[in-house]
Structure formats: structure tokens, C-alpha cells
């Protein structure tokens, strides 16, 4: 009996809240789709992108995954760790255009 009673108290999220993600990941795709069918080149189109792609990913975890409801070291543990792997792959590409810059300079200029 207690069982059942736990069971009965556990919070239900609404329908419209699904629906509203849902309609909001359908308008971040569309969005993402307008970027080719414009023609965007460059850094403009990768940084919409994954600009796109970062908010339909936050949508997903928050919501369907539940992740907006759980505590926040479990958030921290899930959500810190690829926020330092972007921290040390921009940390990689700014080292990487140091030793090209300095490559040329003493190389002289690229093959």
C-alpha cells in the first residue's frame, strides 16, 4: 500500500510543455535548414550551426531527458564536462595558428 501511495504523489509534467520543446526544436531545425537554402558560407554558417545544434541538444537534455528537475551536481557532472572540451578545443585552435604564424615566419611562406 505504501508503495502505491509514493507512486501516486510523483510529479506529472504537462503535455503542453512537450509540445512547446517540440515545436521549438521543429523552428531551431527550420532555422538550420534556412542556413543552406540561403547559401551561408564560412565562419557565419558553422557558428549558426552549431549555434542551432547547441540549443536543440539544451532542449533535448533539459526536457525529455529530465535534466532541468534533477540536482544540480548530477547537471554539473553531466553538463560541465563537454563545456571544457569546447573551452580546450578553442584553447587547440588558437595554438594552432600560433605554430602556423610562427612556421611561416621562419619557414617562409606554405607549399
Request: proline content about 4%; hydrophobic content about 60%.
Amino acid at each position: 500500500m505504501a508503495h502505491t501511495e509514493t507512486h501516486a504523489e510523483q510529479q506529472q509534467h504537462p503535455i503542453k510543455l512537450y509540445l512547446l520543446v517540440w515545436g521549438l526544436l521543429f523552428v531551431l531545425s527550420f532555422f538550420s535548414y534556412l542556413i543552406d537554402y540561403f547559401g551561408l558560407q564560412g565562419f557565419l554558417r558553422w557558428s549558426l550551426i552549431l549555434i542551432f545544434m547547441m540549443l536543440k541538444a539544451g532542449l533535448i537534455v533539459a526536457v525529455f531527458m529530465h535534466m532541468a528537475w534533477e540536482r544540480l551536481a548530477l547537471t554539473y557532472a553531466i553538463l560541465l564536462p563537454p563545456l571544457l572540451v569546447l573551452v580546450f578545443v578553442a584553447l587547440m585552435v588558437s595554438e594552432s595558428n600560433y605554430v602556423l604564424l610562427t612556421r611561416l615566419a621562419f619557414f617562409g611562406s606554405s607549399p
